[in-house]
T-cell receptor, first 114, second 110 residues
């Protein structure tokens, strides 16, 4: 597609529920990133894929967070046993390849945990 | 440990005047610096960048200045327009990821 597509746009989850957020990057983009943006803050790095390989997951806040990109295209960020502090906008970005700082961001998924 | 800092959470400027947004960083190894603009309910969009070997980059109404000795960069918008009202994020690129500041909300009033 022409841009980075994220779904759902909004998600309300009850505390303890598992959620899955989807990212469809720009076709052909090798690099894919997940960021978390809390209210009033800047995007915080979560994890990075180069094709299907997860090269950096240093930003994942806990082992409840898991990301995958099995075929090097679509990626899913999964959060298990959601907690209120997980409420944030989750942004996905893609770029042509390693060393490219030309990220294109999706519109994000706003997760609210109640 | 915040490597990229934007100390002004908001800025209000009259239409036609200059807007100056500031950013400080701590890591001298950053390769590129970027400014992103974000409207509500949208993802950040790239605005302008500067290489760490340059001290100025200009693109239309937007100019970014880099002062490496002070570890400081700024974005100048002139003349400011109401459509420039948004949140502006400074970001630094190192190896394989962007590190963002906390953002500055710019409001341009008529």
């Amino acid at each position: 597609g022409a841009g980075v597509s994220q779904s759902p746009r909004y998600k309300v989850a009850k505390r303890g529920q598992d959620v899955a957020l989807r990212c469809d990057p720009i076709s052909g983009h090798v690099s894919l990133f997940w960021y978390q943006q809390a209210l009033g803050q800047g995007p915080e790095f979560l994890t990075y894929f180069q094709n299907e390989a997860q090269l950096d997951k240093s930003g994942l806040p806990s082992d409840r967070f898991f990301a995958e990109r099995p075929e090097g295209s679509v990626s899913t960020l999964k959060i298990q046993r959601t907690q209120q502090e997980d409420s944030a906008v989750y942004l996905c970005a893609s770029s042509p390849g390693p060393g490219s700082y030309g990220y294109t961001f999706g519109s994000g998924t706003r997760l609210t945990v109640v | 440990d915040q490597q990229v800092k934007q100390n002004s959470p908001s800025l209000s400027v009259q239409e036609g005047r200059i807007s100056i947004l500031n950013c400080d960083y701590t890591n001298s190894m950053f390769d590129y610096f970027l400014w992103y603009k974000k409207y509500p309910a949208e993802g950040p969009t790239f605005l302008i960048s500067i290489s760490s070997i340059k001290d100025k980059n200009e693109d239309g109404r937007f100019t970014v200045f880099l002062n490496k000795s002070a570890k400081h960069l700024s974005l100048h918008i002139v003349p400011s327009q109401p459509g420039d009202s948004a949140v502006y994020f400074c970001a630094a690129f190192n190896t394989d990821k962007l590190i963002f500041g906390t953002g500055t909300r710019l409001q341009v009033f008529p």
